[in-house]
């Protein structure tokens, strides 16, 4: 098993690195941790999971206003970025809107939310630690059942 993680490793950092420098912005991104993200939504906050639509399925933040508008998609190639991932966001909220963005563990929140503050989004904060810590922490989430379930 030690052998197949080594040989994920390069892949893994070659992803992360190619993360980051697609994000590297001049704009200036505020995280906050899963617990203020939390009071945040509670307080009318939207949330916008940049996860893809398959992890989002899985189960996500439970919240009253919650978008799923992928940063990253999956095509025959390999995870891309979302071409369209700026007009979608601007179809579905306002720059003036308040949001929160979350992805699995924080690094495509924080490249999309350089992205939306550079495009002229004034109130949007990465959540750091992502969906992973919101889970760590026993937040509610919502885990849609199974066809077979229902």
Known sequence: ??????????????FFLFLFVLCGSAAK?????VRAAKGLLQTGCI??????VEE???????????LNI?????????????PNFLKEVSSACNKEDHLIVGCQSGV??????????????NNVKDMTGGYVDWVRNKFPVNIPLAKEEL
Request: with cysteine; glycine share 4%; charged share 20%.
């Open 47 to 52: 949330y916008l999971d940049v996860r893809t």
């Open 29 to 33: 991104v505020v995280t906050v941790d």
């Open 108 to 121: 495509r929140s924080q490249c999309a939310t350089s992205d939306l503050l550079s495009d002229g989004f």
């Open 70 to 82: 992928p940063y990253m998609v999956n095509t025959p190639k390999g995870k891309v970025k979302n």
């Open 1 to 14: 098993m030690a052998v197949s993680i080594t040989l994920l490793l390069p892949r893994c950092s070659a």
């Open 56 to 66: 989002f399925e899985k189960g996500h933040v439970d919240a009253v206003n919650i």
